[in-house]
């Protein structure tokens, strides 16, 4: 390489016996391809700097938008775990009008409001979903659970008259102690006709008696008792389950009687009650 002046002659040999190739260079234009250089690789600097900061900036701008998205999600859970509650607390409102539950509402686990849950992780937001839906299922039980004492209960209930006939006698009960009571309905009947059982239930008592003659007397639970008295004969034993309707006996003048009639009556908690009261036809 040789130098003269300002210009730099550059020979390039490919090998022995070949042509030589030279190239001229001015030296103003090799200071222009080292000023180009130079801009060049601050320019790639400053664009890899800048690059770096973008990248940054796209990355904060994602993860902000990734929590906002999170945090939108935790938003719209919340609020519609505010409105199971309402829902729940409005429904379970309405199960103690219904079921007629008199409990103490401050012995019931009290419902985070919506700033307490706002401060809860969504593995505790997803434990109280799910403790939401126990609750909502225990408070749908509760109310089959009651709906079934309550359909057993009107069940229980003494309401189909005993026997085709008519009322001879009425339930009587005086406040003046001096007149006797008559704590049952006299149904006038044919005799040997059929005698139903009022209610479902099981017989405690199939005999005689002194004054009722052979009588049947069956517990159908919830309080309620039905005696059968004066029979001609008796169809069923103690212990026996009978159903509504089921023919337990028929009409006599068994005990103290003067004709064939059903001296009938119905107990509620011990005490005799007016079988019209509870009768239909």
């Not at 749908?140 to 309550?150: E, F, M, P, T, V």
């Amino acid at each position: 390489m040789k130098k003269r002046d300002s210009v730099i002659t550059i020979l390039l040999v490919r090998s022995a016996g070949q042509e030589i190739i030279s190239l001229k260079l001015h030296t103003a234009v090799i200071k222009l391809l080292l000023v180009l250089f130079i801009v060049f690789t601050i320019s790639l600097v400053f664009f890899a700097g800048y690059y770096n900061r973008i990248s940054a900036k796209v990355f904060f701008i994602k993860n902000v938008l990734l929590e906002n998205k999170e945090l939108k999600d935790k938003t719209y859970r919340i609020d519609m775990i505010n409105q199971e509650l309402s829902r729940l607390k409005g429904f379970e409102k309405k199960l103690k009008i219904v079921t007629r539950h008199n409990e103490d509402e401050r012995s019931a686990p009290t419902l985070p409001n919506k700033k307490a849950l706002e401060n809860q992780s969504d593995t505790s937001l997803d434990e109280f979903v799910e403790h939401i839906k126990l609750r909502r299922n225990l408070s749908y039980l509760s109310i089959q659970d009651d709906a079934l004492k309550r359909k057993r209960m009107v069940e229980s209930i003494p309401n189909i008259f005993p026997v085709d006939g008519w009322i001879s006698r009425g339930f009587e009960k005086p406040t003046d102690k001096s007149k006797k009571s008559h704590l049952g309905l006299d149904i006038a009947a044919a005799s040997d006709s059929r005698i139903k059982a009022s209610a479902p239930g099981i017989v405690t008592f199939s005999g005689w008696n002194n004054d009722f003659g052979n009588l049947v007397e069956i517990d159908h639970g919830h309080g309620f008792v039905t005696r059968y008295g004066h029979c001609s004969r008796v169809l069923v034993r103690k212990g026996d389950l009978v159903d509504r309707s089921q023919t337990i006996a028929f009409v006599g003048s068994s005990g103290r009687s003067s004709a064939p009639h059903l001296h009938f009556e119905i107990i509620k908690d011990g005490v005799p009650e007016d079988a019209l009261l509870y009768l239909y036809k």
